[in-house]
Every structure is written in structure tokens, then in C-alpha cells.
């Protein structure tokens, strides 16, 4: 068992200043039975039930084994903070942090003392595993830091995501508890049989430790191995990166048995090269063994009976080469209560169950042979007598038919990328996610979800499903996704606290969302569906609105235009609409927003307002497209200050048309309008310039596409002197590829390059160039990206050209859902566990992630290739930037269970 933290307060309200100014051997007074008006400046303290010592008011000392608590939070951002003091005379230990939670995700962190609340912590926690809907994290504070650092220590959980439960826990190891000899003799026997190379990380950390004779580096001492106070090691955490200098005996090794108190064994990323039996063998005398991790670990051969031990309640076998079919062992156990088989190569029919089931959880998507789904067949009678049953995740594993009743305790349920068909199941109100996207279903959704009091996910895209949204939706409705589909009718009001709409391709009709709801949403994609009206205030003034795709409805404006403010704004796609009136200058002054599509739509007018507005410098507008509508007027200079022509490469969040160095392509259209004037000099001088300054240095920086002509535009040709005469010859090359028109006195339009060289040549409208022969498909939904190379799982189809097929436009994206669908619960004696999905949505250490709520930061996407830096090279089939997980956080389908 786990030992853990001792919580001596819950501050609810903390008062920052209060804390940051503690003296280092300030005693905290022990908590009142209830909370009581604070004094002045000072925080609100809670209870909690079953501290045992640890609600002392002398600090904390080695005679304290362990402490724990549990608590729940409802809110976005909603924060508990505990303080706890070491005294420097009662120092001489190591607290190891642990926090485990279900039905959401939480941040921790910890400020040492006499560090301020109002910078990040001194200290974020480390991952164990984790899933977007529950996880495992710690801290270890070894004794030596302690002992250096007394007085009073501050402890922030906070919500990232969903409503999560946790428990926080922490033992408090003496200085004078190091590694038992038994564990010791084990340990070199480890290191013998699995050790070929002593310079990896793990082995250099057991040969290192079981040579200690202190704390320093002792293993007792080092987190997240933990040791009872008898020096017995209970968890033994050895995860790797699946490297050759990582663990590797494919004999397993007979010393993790040898540990005669170990309880919870992880060798996550070894290079082990065992089979089950020969790991079954070796581990029978382990019989306190109750938690078994062996993700990524290089086992090979067919899953067997052997391995799931008599205490065994965890066992994680995903990511591995394992083949053949699934026992029904695994779903009879009475023992084993979680099960995670993922991205195997698992071939069959799912198991039967019995009422008898002890399984909580079975987590095995993504089962593939020759990179196509390898399990075959529904879901077995028996399913819906597995009482015990709560997680289910199966999705793209080859699974067909339809759906009948199901356990009546489910609370999350993903079955998505399979061939299931007929009408959706019904499910209990206890629902927290739901993904049910890409399979065949047909029917209509519920009319009345506000009885789902738990559910935050609904993922429902790429199926047969007709009728209306549901009226009411769920209160706490985080995610929704239902893209592509045959939905019909209004939208109905949007829950407070909602984060993610894609309502994409359907034929949805009315306004769009407005009111409170609405206007929570950092993600909205409304393209391709019947919407009319305006774009209401509570979209084009949400604060923390990132990505916002109206394009391909009827609307015909936008709800007090000038008073626009989406500070957090990247993504902006209006396109093939009917909107009036002219273009919002306010749009200029919107910071982040580095794509504007107006495109096609009825905008009358000048450019002249919003050209005034463009600051120099600025990420405002690396795409800008108001082609096709009736703008009148000259292009004013101003409009050269927009990023598309600035000589850094554009920076999108995320983008689906890269060149051929990876760097997304930057537009400027303004086609097909009654434009004129003289030819705009800023041009010129941009196009010009980026490759006499920037190109052959800044990689990216000249991937531009600009188009000034058709329609009524005519633009007066230059002098040949328009540029100045250190250009050279070929740094026209940019400018000649755009193939560019102006109208010359006599009538003729010329190619623009060629007039500022001196030798006009007439342009060749054929010599446009096309758009690029591999172009992006359809967006995607990141939860449907392989995990191994497999082909994407399409999640809607764009519409073809034909609609529009005047000129070659920024078409509409079909964005249909980020996955935060996954909640999972592991338990080793009430200790929560894990739901796996294919990305983890968050990373603890983003700045200021421990003062406000973000629900994800942005990275980047693949997409097609183009490079229109070359000759040749023509307008890029775009779609307009995507939002997606964090890249930088161990993402794309990597389950940390």
C-alpha cells in the first residue's frame, strides 16, 4: 500500500500573501471541526475526516507513517490548497507526494517555503500514468532538501479537467529507513539478469542504489520507489524508454519476486523480449503483487492464463507485439479488477462475461493485423451481466452489428472507429463520456440529456444519425461532437462551462448558439450546416475563443461588428456566407489572430479602416482571404504590415498544408472584387524583399500565395523603378510565381514582374498556378490518429469544388472532436486508476497553469505537402488552423496505463 502525504489543511480561500510571508518555523494551528469565518486576511481552513496525527500543530515528523485524504472537485479551475510544516529538529525525512483521481484530471504542484503563490511552484509533479479523465501523479521532497528547506510548505490540486475525485496521499520515510538487505540481494540480481548496460538510466539507478550506504542515494530515498519502514521495497517503478540500454531479459528475472513485500511492480518502456508464461514463472512467489505494469515493455507471444497472479487486481499489457486471441480468463477473473490490452495485435471475438466478472475496466482498442482492425464479431451475450463493469474502451478493433442492453453501471463507454449499426443503446444517467463516433449508427439522440448529470463528453461524429440535438443537454457538458452526421434543426442552448462544439456538416438550421453557454467555448466549429442570422455577440466577444469556424451557412452579418473582442483568438473562417457591410477594422486589433477568411461573402466597401488598424509586427492575419464579394477601392499600404508578409515564417497553432520544410503556407486574396488603384507597392516591395532578406536565412518565411486579379480588379501597372535597384534578377522569382496582373495604359494586362524588370510581357492567365497535386484530406478527429502507422479513420468528408468553382478558395475544415472521452478508475485498496485515450490533454507545466484554467494548449498538425516558394507553385488547398493536443506532452494514442 501506498503511503503518503500528511494533509494538515484544506485552504479553500488562500490568501496568497499569507503564505508567501510565513516564517520558515511557523506551526500551523491544527483545523477546526468546520469551516469559521476567517479573520481578516487570513485563509478559510476546512476539516477533513481521518488525518489521524497528522491534524497535530507540532508539523510533521518521521513517527508519522503515513496521512491521506479525499476530496472532489466541480469546476473548471477550482483549486484546494494544503499547508504543512516541517519543523528543521523534525526534518530528518522524505515525503513522497501521491495523488491519484478518477472522472477528471488535476494539476499539483507545491511552493516551498518562502516562495510566492503569484509565481509557478517551486515544484510540479511527475507523471505515473494518466489519461485525460484520471491519472497518478507524484512529488518526492528528498530529506536532505527538507533539512535545508523548514517551515511551511503549500500544496495546490487543481481541476484540469472534468470533475475529478482524488485521493492525495504521502509517506513520510525516516532518514534512518534505507534499503533492506533481503531487497538488496534482490536487486543485485535484477541488475544481473536484466542490466547489459550499467550507463542506462534505470540500471545506473539500481547499481548506484544498491551500493548506498545513505540517504542520498539510497532507493528507499528515491521517488517514486517507495519502502515500508522496515526497508522493504512495496514499489518498485522502473520505467524506461524502451531503449537497449534499458531493461532487457527476455528470461525476466527470478529477483522481483525476491522482494518479499512488493505490491505494485512497473516497468513501463523496458526492453524486456519476454513472453507471459516465462514473467508468470518468475513472479509466483510475489504474493502481495497486486498492480503489474507492463506497457511498452517488448513482450511477445499470446496473451496467457498464468499471468493474471492470485492478488493481481491491475495488469497492463498495452503496447506490445502480443497476438492470437483473448482468453476468457480475462473477462471471467474474479480477481483482476483492471485490464488494459491496447495496441496489441489481438485477433477474435470478445470473450463472453459472467455475473461473477470481477473487471471494473477493460481498456483493449486499437488490435491490428497488417494495419487493419483484427478482432471481429459484437459484443457477447453476456456483457450486460457484468455487474462490476464500469469502463469500456474498445474502439477501432473490428467490432460490427448492433448494440443490446449493457451494463447497467457504465460510466464510460468508446467503441468508436468500429462497424457498429442500428440505434444507439441506452446508457445510465451515472455517464461520464460517451464516444460512439465513426460506426454506422442510425436514429435520433435523446431529446432530454439534463438527467446526465455527470456526462462532460459526447463524441457521436461520422454516423447515420437524423433529427434534432437535444434540447436539453447535459449540465456539465464539456465536449461535443457530433460533425458529419444528418442532424437537422435548431441548436439549443449550450450548457455554462462548455469548452468544444463541432457541429460541422449536418443540416442544422436557425441561429447560431448565443447566450452564456456559448460563450465559454474555446473551440466552435458550425461550418457546412443551414445557419442564418448573425454571428452572435456571445461567439465574436468570447474571451477565451480560439478556433471559430461559421463558414458554408447563410449567415448575413455579425452582431455589433465593432465591438468584436476574442483576445485568444487564432482561427477565424467566415467564408461563403452572405455577410454585409464592410470588414470589421476591430479584427485587425484582435492580437493572435493569424487567420482571417471572408471570403466569398457579400462585404461592400473599402479596405482603408481595416488597413489603419494593422499594427507592424503583428501575427494579425498570415492568411487573409475577402475574396470574391463587392469591396471597392484601392489596397492601401497598410495592409503590407499584415504577417503574410513578414519575414518569419508563419507560426499557426496547428495546420493541414505544410511545405516541403514543414512550415504552413501563408495567403493574401483579395480576387474578384471591384477593386483598383495603382498595383498596391507593398507587394512588390514584400514579395520582393522577403527573398532579397529572408528567404535563403529563415527557412518557411516565403511560402506565400497572393492573388489580386479577376473580377472587376484593376490595378494600374507600376514604373520599372518601383523597386529598388539592389534587388537582383533572381530575387524576382517569388514575385514571378505568383503570376501577378496589372492593367498597363494600354489596356493590356501585364505579368507584374516582368514590368518592374522593364520588359512587360502580357500575362498568361492559363499560367495561374494550380493548386498542388497532393492535397490535404479531410480534418480529423486526434482520436482517431494511429498509434502505429495505421491509415487515419476519416471523420467527414469536405465537400468537393464543384460548389464553388468561380476561383480556388480556402475551403471550410471539418473538425469534428478533440477526445477528452475517458474515465477510468484502478484501484489498489482504494486507490484510483486510469482511463486510457489516445491523447493526454494537458501538460502541469504550462505557464500559469496553476492560476487559471486552460483546457489545452495548441501544437502543431501534419497535412499535405506544397512549397510555393517554388515556381510553379499554386494556391495551397487550406484548411483553416486546427487547435489540437499538446505535442510536447506524450501524445498521439500514447496510454500512460
Known amino acids: 500500500m501506498h503511503r503518503s502525504l500528511c494533509i494538515l489543511s484544506a485552504a479553500v480561500l488562500l490568501a496568497a500573501a499569507t503564505i508567501a510571508a510565513a516564517q520558515p518555523n511557523q506551526v500551523i494551528p491544527a483545523a477546526a471541526n468546520t469551516a469559521a469565518a476567517p479573520a481578516p486576511g487570513r485563509p478559510v481552513i476546512f476539516d477533513f475526516k481521518d488525518l489521524g496525527d497528522c491534524t497535530a500543530d507540532t508539523g510533521l ?41 478518477q472522472n477528471g484530471r488535476v494539476r499539483m504542484g507545491l511552493w516551498l517555503p518562502g516562495h510566492s503563490l503569484e509565481e509557478q511552484p517551486s515544484v510540479t509533479a511527475e507523471t505515473l500514468l494518466a489519461s485525460s479523465f484520471a491519472q497518478e501523479l507524484y512529488i518526492t521532497i528528498p530529506a536532505a532538501q527538507l533539512f535545508h528547506s523548514p517551515g511551511i510548505y503549500t500544496l495546490q490540486v487543481m481541476t484540469e479537467y472534468g470533475a475529478p475525485q482524488y485521493v492525495l496521499r504521502a509517506d513520510m520515510t525516516p532518514a534512518t529507513t534505507l534499503l533492506a538487505d533481503a531487497d538488496r540481494q534482490a536487486i543485485k540480481q535484477v541488475v544481473k539478469d536484466c542490466c547489459t548496460d550499467l550507463n542506462g538510466l534505470v540500471c545506473n539507478r539500481l547499481n548506484i542504489g544498491i551500493d548506498a550506504q545513505d540517504i542520498d542515494s539510497d532507493l528507499c530515498h528515491t521517488g517514486p520507489i517507495q519502502c515500508d519502514r522496515d526497508g522493504h521495497i512495496t514499489d518498485l517503478v522502473l520505467q524506461g524508454t524502451n531503449g537497449d540500454q534499458d531493461l532487457t531479459c527476455p528470461g525476466f528475472s527470478a529477483g522481483f519476486a525476491q522482494l518479499p513485500s512488493l505490491r505494485r511492480l512497473d516497468l513501463a518502456g523496458a526492453h524486456l523480449g519476454a513472453d507471459l508464461p516465462t514473467i508468470a514463472q518468475a513472479l509466483a512467489p510475489a504474493t502481495k503483487l497486486q498492480w503489474l505494469v507492463l506497457r511498452t515493455a517488448n513482450i511477445v507471444g499470446q496473451l496467457s492464463c498464468d499471468i493474471i497472479l492470485p ?80 469502463y469500456l474502451q474498445l474502439s477501432n478493433v473490428g467490432l460490427s452489428g448492433a448494440i443490446g442492453e449493457l451494463p447497467a453501471g457504465l460510466k464510460y463507454f468508446n467503441i468508436s472507429a468500429n462497424a457498429f449499426q442500428g440505434p444507439i443503446p441506452s446508457f445510465s444517467t451515472e455517464l461520464v463520456s460517451l464516444d460512439i463516433s465513426a460506426n454506422k449508427f442510425t436514429g435520433t439522440l435523446p431529446s432530454d440529456m439534463s438527467a446526465y448529470a455527470n456526462l462532460v463528453d459526447i463524441q457521436a461524429f461520422s454516423n447515420g444519425l437524423e433529427g434534432p440535438l437535444p434540447a436539453k443537454m447535459p449540465p456539465h457538458l464539456v465536449q461535443l461532437a457530433v460533425s458529419g452526421n444528418k442532424l437537422s434543426g435548431p441548436m439549443p442552448a449550450l450548457p455554462r462551462g462548455i469548452k468544444y462544439v463541432s457541429v460541422a456538416e449536418n443540416g442544422l438550421e436557425g441561429n447560431l448558439p448565443d447566450g452564456p453557454g456559448a460563450s465559454s467555448i474555446w473551440f466552435g466549429d458550425f461550418s457546412s450546416n443551414k445557419f442564418s442570422g448573425n454571428i452572435p455577440t456571445a461567439l465574436s466577444q468570447a474571451e477565451e475563443l480560439v478556433y471559430l469556424n461559421v463558414s458554408r451557412n447563410q449567415l448575413t452579418g455579425i452582431a455589433s461588428p465593432e465591438a468584436w473582442n476574442t483576445p485568444a483568438a487564432i482561427t477565424l473562417d467566415a467564408s461563403v456566407n452572405a455577410i454585409q457591410g464592410t470588414l470589421p477594422a ?19 466597401g473599402n479596405l482603408q479602416a481595416f488597413a489603419a488598424a494593422v499594427q507592424p509586427d503583428t501575427q494579425v492575419g498570415a492568411v487573409f482571404d475577402v475574396s470574391s464579394n463587392q469591396l471597392t477601392g484601392d489596397l492601401p499600404e497598410g495592409l503590407g504590415n499584415l504577417a503574410v508578409f513578414s519575414t518569419a515564417p508563419a507560426s499557426f497553432p496547428s495546420w493541414d498544408e505544410l511545405d516541403t520544410s514543414g512550415y504552413p503556407v501563408k495567403v493574401f486574396s483579395v480576387a474578384d472584387n471591384r477593386l483598383s488603384g495603382p498595383f498596391p507597392a507593398f507587394l512588390t516591395s514584400s514579395l520582393t524583399g522577403l527573398v532579397a532578406h529572408a528567404c535563403s536565412d529563415d527557412t518557411g518565411s516565403c511560402n506565400v500565395w497572393v492573388d489580386v486579379d479577376g473580377g472587376d480588379n484593376k490595378f494600374s501597372c507600376p514604373g520599372p523603378q518601383s523597386v529598388t535597384s539592389d534587388i537582383l534578377p533572381e530575387d524576382y522569382n517569388l514575385l514571378q510565381s505568383q503570376n501577378l496582373g496589372c492593367l498597363g495604359k494600354n489596356g493590356v494586362v501585364y505579368e507584374v514582374s516582368s514590368v518592374l524588370r522593364g ?103 501534419g497535412g499535405a505537402i506544397v512549397n510555393s516558394s517554388a515556381p510553379g507553385a499554386g494556391l495551397p488547398h487550406l484548411k483553416a488552423p486546427v487547435p489540437a493536443a499538446d505535442a510536447s506532452v506524450v501524445l498521439g494514442g500514447d496510454d500512460r496505463v
Not at 491523447?839 to 502541469?844: A, D, E, P, Q
Open 61 to 101: 515528523t518521521a513517527q508519522q507513517e503515513y496521512c491521506q485524504t479525499s476530496a472532489s472537485l466541480t469546476k473548471p479551475g477550482q483549486a484546494h490548497w494544503y499547508r504543512f510544516n516541517v519543523l528543521e529538529e523534525q526534518s530528518a525525512l522524505t515525503l513522497h507526494f501521491l495523488i491519484t483521481t
Open 586 to 604: 476591430v479584427l485587425a486589433q484582435q492580437a493572435r489572430l493569424a487567420y482571417i477568411n471572408f471570403g466569398s461573402n457579400a462585404l461592400t
Open 311 to 390: 492478488s493481481l487486481q491491475l495488469l497492463s499489457l498495452t503496447r506490445n507485439s502480443l497476438t492470437g486471441t483473448i482468453p476468457d480468463c480475462y473477462t471471467k477473473t474474479t480477481t483482476l479488477k483492471h485490464l488494459y490490452l491496447s495496441d496489441n495485435s489481438l485477433s477474435g471475438p470478445l470473450p463472453d462475461f459472467t455475473s461473477e466478472s470481477s473487471l471494473e475496466l477493460l481498456f483493449a482498442r486499437d488490435q491490428q493485423v497488417e494495419d487493419k482492425p483484427s478482432m471481429t464479431g459484437g459484443f457477447p451475450a453476456g456483457l450486460a451481466s457484468a455487474g462490476n463493469l464500469r
Open 759 to 861: 520588359k512587360p510581357v502580357a500575362l498568361t492567365k492559363n499560367a495561374k498556378p494550380s493548386k498542388p497535386s497532393a492535397q490535404p484530406g479531410p480534418a480529423v478527429n486526434p482520436a482517431l490518429l494511429p498509434a502505429r502507422g495505421q491509415p487515419r479513420v476519416q471523420e467527414a468528408v469536405a465537400p468537393s469544388d464543384e460548389t464553388h468553382q468561380s476561383r480556388t478558395h480556402l475551403p471550410f475544415a471539418v473538425i469534428a472532436g478533440i477526445v477528452a472521452g475517458a474515465v477510468g478508475l484502478a484501484a489498489i485498496v482504494g486507490v484510483v486508476g486510469y482511463v486510457v485515450v489516445y491523447r493526454r490533454w494537458y501538460t502541469v507545466r504550462a505557464a500559469q497553469s496553476f492560476k487559471k484554467m486552460h483546457e489545452g494548449p495548441l501544437a502543431a498538425a
